[in-house]
């Protein structure tokens, strides 16, 4: 730090400057905590002297401190500048040496220092612990050892050489690393000075500019501070929830094989900060902060972010804009890296290719071994040549077009085979590149060029060596242990400017051929399953380099099955945009490529309808069914499973679309020809069996559909196995109609259980996760535990809203339900709100005459009457029965639930004729639909004896009172909330909720 910082604290240790190089703020950060303890005033001093400055000045220029001048030494001190050892003895034996009672140092080093430094009489730091390097600090300084106790973690510095108990992915240090002190300071202090839960900082610059090189520096500099250290690749949040996921058994985290269990246990230790409360996490390259932003962990640790998009300032993060170097950071780094240089050349080669770090650290690593000379090369960039090698993006320096192709020429002429295995790497996406895979190819499917390279381990680590050398690639180092991550041992990073120009550079039979290859690659790859969540992380490494590689023109069977696994994949996961974008794609494509009537054409249309219909987009999702149902029955006849699969689409695009009884029907024969087909006992059929029960719920046969789930279940868990997907699905459904026919504790019981294993095997974000936590919430509710129920529907609000998005149909139901507790619990402004939030959603997306933009308008006029707005609420009420009759029919629950509040309304308004005259009608229809002990029966016997009490018919009344009392008593219990309202003569109502199609 440039600045000094001074502590007063009691004592008479006498003041000391500790003057150290930015590399080891760790150790003066250390240093001067324990002489503060010990009663010194201590003041830091970053040591980096102008260039221009000599050495005899500068250190006079450290006497100008106040007491005692304590050096840290290393070699980092003596390397900041183009200066020798000679100059430093020179230096050291003319400030230094007449000035001993002034200096004093300490060595935190095992390499050789220029030998004046032996004037300090430094302290040997390295290597020893905790307690000796305080002793040996105090002795050299002549200050009285007292007992003070160890340091404590949450409060102070820890020891440099205690590293992190747990590191994982962080990359190796760049040993050439030069700069950006600003920099590191800025992230250190925010970082520190950050309130419990805000302590997240992103660097933002493009690319090349050497954000991940300054991230991995702060985790070198600064990893001594933390107990945990997790580097992320971040540019697919496939890959982020894969990583985060494998830091649960890094943590010692009691977790299951499940993907989810693991992403789940450890995003909830970091919050909680157990077993580790001083935690580092960072997401290298999160460009895409929508898809990444609601991963972020909370808690008391950091979060280090590099991204290019700007978008990361709307996400409670603190920005820094990273420049390219500056000139003398320039030079200094250049020099570095290619020592034959001097300062001028540095500086012309510098402003020559603009200070970029990137194409600096590669020019200049060639430059050193090569024969040309820096003007030579200056002449080579200035010739135009490289508007005829590619084109990069705008945000690119032009010179960086020809100073590759200088590199790839000298690659060509040195290691020829390095330029196949960068071919080779420009295939999969930019970023961590899992090269493993190409190991794995049989030479019959590589070609010669590849066969000598990919199975001769010594060109192959001859041609790795050579990238490596030139920065071309970086190794993704790890501690020993965390390869077992990475099969292979080897995972390599290419950076996104690279992997353009390299594609970009390539002739076309190269590129046809190489694409091939990492296709192969990728599909063998393929685990072929993916419905099991334990495959989830392998698929997620897969997907991303899917478009890299060009997937979509292969017309190779294991290529194009690789394709629909991942679709699947992203579809279960919850992924549902990523997986749109690419089967809109794929469709496209292959519509080209193989013709609108080929089989894997169907095959794509059905994932692309399922994305589609995730969304809530049903009118369209029923236009591509409907045309894949009307070709396949032409083409192939009713028997056949392709038609019965796209006739499955189309079942659940009418659901969506309120035609129930069109669904009903379909799903009857799809289960008939299915079961005819393949049997009761193929997982296809149970599908189709599922669908049937949703179809007969959402015609409000609860009964019917509670059978038909059951069936379902049991099936599922023999077939496949109880924490499988579909299992899991079924213990939702089953649970739903439970509540829905008023079994409430059953219900509770079952999604209890089911919850926690739903947030270990799939994670609590999961889309299917968070349908079984709103199932449980709406089982508590109606069974009385309304606190508990409605902190779970908050949060699974929020959690849906964030990973979903507002429009998404699962996103409405949760907000239909929090709207309607809010109105009975909550803010009353807050349930208007919502609700009206959700009707105009529904009205938007469905249209007005839809069942659900009608039953949300009925929770409106709710709302309306608890606001004191009647005569406007009975008009609402009043125009949704009129709705709910002619959307679903006289007889449905949801007709019978709007017809028990408009009962209400009327009484409210003066109308109790009208009002009893509704109230018997709804006794008589809802027992021949839901039988005499549901809840909503009983609900309308209740208001019966309200609307008879009004006419004064009071031995009627009681009569119809005391039957219904003692059903709500026999059924839910003497003191369930619904038993003790009717006892206390509340009038009841009816609350619409959505239910999934």
């Known amino acids: 730090m440039a600045a000094a910082r001074r502590a007063s604290v009691g004592g008479s240790g006498g003041p000391v400057t500790i003057s150290f190089a930015g590399f080891n703020r760790a150790w003066a950060e250390w240093i001067g905590d324990r002489l503060e ?58 400030v230094v040496a007449p000035n001993t009672d002034r200096f004093a140092a300490v060595s935190v080093t095992t390499s050789a220092l220029p030998m004046a430094t032996a004037a300090l009489g430094a302290a040997d730091l390295w290597g020893v612990g905790a307690h000796e390097a305080e002793r040996r600090l105090l002795a050299r300084l002549g200050t009285p050892a007292r007992e003070v106790g160890p340091t404590d ?39 520190q000075d950050a309130e419990r839960g805000a302590a997240v900082c992103t660097l933002l610059g493009m690319s090349g500019v050497g954000k991940t090189q300054l991230a991995a520096e702060y985790v070198y500099r600064f990893g001594s501070n933390y107990d945990v250290v997790w580097w992320v690749p971040a540019g697919e949040r496939g890959t982020l929830r894969q990583k985060l996921a494998e830091l649960a058994p890094a943590l010692g985290l009691a977790t299951g094989p499940e993907y989810g269990e693991r992403l789940r246990s450890a995003r909830d230790a970091l919050r909680r900060g157990e077993p580790y409360s001083r935690w580092l996490l960072v997401l290298d390259g999160a460009d895409q902060p929508e898809n990444v932003a609601d991963l972020l962990p909370s808690g008391s640790g950091h979060v280090l972010i590099t991204s290019q998009n700007r978008e990361w300032s709307e996400h409670n993060t603190v920005m820094l804009e990273i420049p390219v170097y500056e000139r003398e950071e320039s030079v200094a780094f250049v020099r570095r890296r290619a020592p034959r240089l001097d300062r001028v050349e540095a500086d012309r080669l510098a402003e020559a290719l603009e200070d970029l770090p990137l194409l600096l650290d590669q020019t200049a690593g060639w430059l050193n071994d090569a024969a040309m000379s820096v003007d030579e090369y200056i002449e080579l ?50 970023g961590t590149i899992p090269v493993d895979l190409l190991r794995e190819i049989p030479a019959k499917d590589l070609p010669e060029q590849l066969v000598g390279l990919v199975n001769n381990p010594v060109r192959w680590n001859a041609a790795l060596g050579k990238l490596i050398q030139y920065s071309v690639v970086r190794l993704e180092s790890h501690d020993p242990g965390d390869d077992a991550g990475a099969p292979g041992g080897e995972t390599l990073y290419m950076h996104r400017m690279v992997h353009q120009a390299v594609r970009d550079g390539m002739p076309q039979e190269d590129r046809v051929e190489y694409s091939r290859v990492v296709r192969r690659a990728l599909a063998a790859a393929d685990p072929g399953r993916p419905t099991d969540t334990r495959l989830w992380p392998r698929y997620s490494e897969l997907a991303p380099h899917l478009r890299t590689a060009d997937v979509l023109e292969s017309t190779h069977p294991g290529v194009q099955n690789l394709v629909l696994n991942c679709l699947r994949y992203l579809y279960f996961c919850g992924e549902y945009k990523a997986g749109l974008e690419l089967a809109e794609r794929a469709r496209d494509a292959w ?42 029955r ?22 969506g679309l309120a035609r129930f009884d069109e669904a009903l029907t379909l799903s009857r024969t799809i289960l008939d020809s299915y079961t005819d087909l393949i049997g009761e006992d193929d997982s296809r059929t149970l599908n189709a069996q599922n669908n049937l029960a949703v179809s007969l719920r959402l015609l409000g046969r609860f009964g019917d559909a509670l059978r038909l789930d059951r069936k379902t279940l049991e099936a599922r868990r023999e077939l496949l196995r109880p924490r499988h997907t579909w299992s899991l699905f079924s213990e939702i459904a089953y649970g739903t109609d439970l509540r829905l026919l008023g079994r409430y504790d059953e219900a509770v019981s079952l999604l209890e259980q089911s919850v926690r294993v739903h947030r270990d095997v799939m994670g609590a974000d999961n889309p299917q996760a968070m349908r079984c936590e709103h199932a449980l919430a709406m089982a508590r509710y109606r069974a009385g535990d309304r606190a508990a129920a409605g902190a779970l529907l908050a949060s699974c ?42 009707t105009g959603h529904y009205r938007r997306l469905l249209g007005d005459r839809h069942p659900y933009t009608v039953g949300s308008t009925a929770n409106h006029g709710l709302v309306l009457r608890a606001a004191g707005e009647r005569d406007q609420s009975h008009d609402v009420l009043e125009r949704a029965l009129d709705g709910m009759t002619r959307a679903v029919g006289p007889d449905h629950p949801w007709t019978l639930g709007c017809g028990l509040n408009v009962a209400g309304a009327r009484n409210l308004a003066g109308e109790p004729e009208a009002a009893a005259g509704l109230s018997r009608d709804l006794v008589t229809r809802t027992t021949a639909t839901l039988g005499a002990l549901h809840p909503l029966t009983l609900s309308s016997q209740v208001a019966l004896a309200a609307d008879l009490r009004a006419l004064r018919k009071r031995q009627e009344a009681d009569k119809v009172e005391e039957e219904a009392l003692g059903g709500l008593a026999g059924t839910l219990g003497p003191q369930h909330v619904h038993t003790v309202s009717a006892r206390s003569r509340t009038r009841p109502f009816w609350d619409f909720e959505p239910q999934t199609t």
């Not at 690119?396 to 290691?415: D, G, H, K, Y």
């Not at 990973?803 to 619990?825: C, Q």
């Open 37 to 94: 303890r010990h009663g010194h005033r201590v003041a830091y001093q970053r040591w980096d002297p102008p260039v221009e400055s000599t050495l005899e000045d500068a250190l006079r220029d450290l006497m100008l401190a106040e007491g005692r001048i304590l050096i840290v030494l290393s070699d980092w001190y003596f390397q900041l500048g183009p200066r020798g050892h000679d100059e430093w003895n020179a230096a050291l034996r003319e």
């Open 153 to 191: 973690s949450r409060t102070g510095p820890r020891y440099p050489q205690e590293q992190p108990r747990v590191w994982g992915g962080v990359p190796r240090r760049n040993i050439r690393f030069t700069g950006r002190e600003h920099f590191l300071a800025r992230i250190y202090d925010h970082l």
């Open 381 to 430: 960039l200035g010739t135009g040549a490289e508007s005829a090698v590619m084109r990069v993006a705008a945000d690119f320096p032009m010179t960086f077009q020809t100073a590759w192709s200088i590199l790839l020429n000298r690659l060509r002429e040195t290691v020829p085979e390095s330029v196949d295995l960068l071919r080779l790497c420009a295939f999969f996406a930019p």
């Open 591 to 632: 519509r080209e490529l193989l013709g609108p009537v080929h089989q894997r054409f169907w095959d794509i249309s059905y994932h692309y309808a399922n994305l589609l219909r995730a969304t809530g987009d049903y009118a369209a999702t029923e236009a591509v069914d409907r045309a894949a149902v009307d070709h396949l």
């Open 634 to 655: 032409e083409e192939r006849g009713q028997q056949d499973l392709d038609l019965l699969r796209a006739a499955s689409g189309l079942a659940a695009d009418l659901r």
């Open 797 to 838: 609000l929020e959690r849906c809203e964030r990973v979903l998005g507002e429009n998404d149909p699962f996103t409405l139901i949760a907000a239909s339900s929090y709207a309607v507790f809010s109105r009975e619990h909550g803010s009353l402004d807050q349930a208007r709100e919502l609700g009206e939030a959700v």
